[in-house]
């Protein structure tokens, strides 16, 4: 007879990923042991066991779950009543209102994804790819005439844009909704306009 799954179980595991992104995140992946894990999730590690096989198997569950909800909601932003310039911006906020309550498991992606198997580090890079992807034809949309010229110009304006949302959380980890959007808006006339723009 096969085993019932239990009522909890979807918050069970929801528990021990958040737990194991913290401890990743500050102990780094390679330092933290089942042990440790299981101390932070307070419960034992045989029950983890019964959610994963080891600690590999959350690294890529904490980054699976992370990254795919991080894309769909990004993706599913209504964005066909902007102008482009209001569309890139709508488009930055929602990423860093996504990001919020969310440093562990970003600082997780940028430290540890790299010690995933080949195969699974492709299937986490496809979210990353849809989500780049949408920013770059938001940021092409407002200047088709450069970027068409310039193919390159694209990439690196599109990673310029990442790398001033992705760090983010470094210095101001503890920002709250207001403070988002008024720094997605200074991303966006930066982006768009320069200092200048400010």
Same mark, same amino acid.
């Not at 930055?92 to 790299?114: C, K, N, P, R």
């Given at each position: !007879?096969?085993?019932?799954?239990? =009522?909890?179980?979807?918050? =069970?595991?929801?528990? &021990?990923?958040?737990?194991?992104? !913290? *401890?990743? $995140?500050?102990?780094?992946?390679?330092?933290?042991?089942?042990?440790?894990?299981?101390? #932070?999730?307070?419960?034992?590690?045989?029950? &983890?066991?019964?959610?994963?096989?080891? =600690?590999?198997?959350?690294?890529?569950?904490?980054?699976?779950?992370?990254? @795919?909800?991080?894309?769909?909601?990004?993706?599913? *932003?209504?964005?066909?009543?902007?102008?482009?310039?209001?569309?890139?911006?709508?488009?930055?906020? #929602?990423?860093?209102?996504?990001?919020?309550? $969310?440093?562990? +498991?970003?600082?997780?992606?940028?430290?540890?994804?790299?010690?995933?198997?080949?195969?699974?580090? #492709?299937?986490?890079?496809?979210?990353?790819?849809?989500?780049?992807?949408?920013? #770059?034809?938001? &940021?092409? $949309?407002?200047?088709? +005439?450069?970027?068409?010229?310039?193919?390159? @110009?694209?990439?690196?304006?599109? !990673?310029? *844009?990442?790398? !001033?949302?992705?760090?983010?959380?470094?210095?101001?980890?503890?920002?709250?909704?207001?403070?988002?959007?008024?720094? $997605?808006?200074?991303?966006?006339?930066?982006?768009?306009?320069?200092? =200048?723009?400010?």
């Amino acid at each position: !007879m096969a085993r019932t799954i239990a =009522k909890d179980h979807d918050q =069970k595991r929801a528990h &021990i990923l958040r737990a194991a992104a !913290m *401890v990743f $995140a500050t102990q780094g992946f390679d330092r933290a042991s089942m042990n440790l894990l299981a101390r #932070e999730c307070g419960i034992s590690k045989a029950n &983890i066991y019964h959610y994963y096989d080891g =600690k590999m198997a959350i690294l890529f569950d904490i980054l699976d779950s992370y990254l @795919k909800a991080l894309r769909n909601r990004v993706l599913a *932003v209504e964005i066909t009543c902007h102008s482009p310039a209001q569309t890139l911006q709508v488009i930055i906020t #929602e990423i860093l209102l996504a990001y919020q309550g $969310a440093d562990h +498991e970003h600082q997780v992606q940028i430290s540890a994804m790299s010690a995933l198997p080949h195969a699974q580090q #492709e299937q986490l890079r496809g979210y990353q790819r849809d989500l780049v992807r949408f920013v #770059e034809n938001a &940021i092409h $949309a407002n200047a088709p +005439e450069v970027f068409d010229a310039n193919a390159g @110009k694209l990439r690196a304006t599109t !990673m310029s *844009v990442f790398g !001033m949302l992705n760090w983010y959380y470094m210095w101001n980890s503890g920002a709250g909704s207001q403070a988002r959007d008024d720094y $997605a808006q200074m991303v966006c006339h930066l982006t768009l306009h320069g200092v =200048k723009g400010l």
